[in-house]
């Protein structure tokens, strides 16, 4: 089967960096997202990542090992405005998005 | 413009009602997707359509009936449903359909509840 895991909820201090794991398990693989969702809204997208290796985006960086089925999205200098859902999911080797569960960050001042 | 439009925001309905859910899109994207999300649970794909023919219908029951009148435009047609049918409905689109980096834009999406 296929499956994705993330872990279910962290918590991170203001200003601090946070890593959220996923791992994939797919029948084939086409690229790995990440989705933003703030409770109550649609998910946003945030990064792919289809090659080996950490893309960067200003304050967000996405790494991804298509060897070990490994993927995290790095959160640097957090703000109270990045508590949110943060959706991995991988598209398959019929271009279908596979989502995990979602990690739900809570950011404490 | 780089949004998905969904309307109604709410929407209550009773079991024997029929209802429609809206979804817009001018940013010349092909592909459109109805999802369906329960509180704390990813996306669920219920269909996906491709220069306006559906491309994907993940079994879903026939008291949802998709519609797509033009490729700016994608309908979810609802008769009948259920109290467990409740949920958040998120239209989506992308670039095109069956490709890897095919990045979705949602809508703000249209929350149903059923009685």
């Known amino acids: 089967g296929q499956n994705i895991d993330q872990p279910t909820e962290m918590t991170a201090t203001e200003g601090a960096i946070v890593q959220i794991n996923c791992t994939y398990q797919t029948s084939g693989f086409n690229g790995l997202f990440w989705y933003q969702q703030h409770a109550g809204e649609a998910p946003t997208f945030l990064s792919y990542n289809v090659l080996d290796g950490l893309e960067e985006k200003g304050r967000f960086s996405s790494f991804l090992s298509r060897s070990k089925g490994y993927s995290y999205l790095l959160l640097k200098e957090l703000q109270m405005k990045d508590s949110a859902s943060y959706l991995c999911a991988v598209s398959d080797s019929n271009y279908q998005l596979i989502w995990g569960a979602g990690t739900k960050l809570i950011i404490k001042p | 413009d780089t949004e998905v439009t969904q309307t109604p925001k709410h929407l209550v309905m009773g079991m024997t009602n029929k209802k429609s859910l809206k979804c817009e899109q001018h940013?010349?994207?092909?592909?459109m997707y109805w999802y369906k999300q329960k509180a704390k649970k990813p996306p669920e794909l219920m269909f996906v359509?491709?220069?306006?023919?559906l491309s994907i219908n993940e079994s879903v029951p026939s008291r949802f009936s998709p519609e797509c009148p033009n490729s700016s435009l994608l309908n979810l047609h609802l008769h009948a449903l259920q109290p467990e049918d409740s949920a958040l409905y998120l239209c989506?689109?992308?670039?095109?359909w069956g490709s890897g980096a095919n990045v979705l834009t949602f809508g703000a999406g249209s929350r149903l509840t059923v009685l």
């Open positions: 359509y491709s220069y306006e023919k």
């Open positions: 989506a689109s992308s670039q095109d």
């Open positions: 940013m010349g994207h092909r592909a």
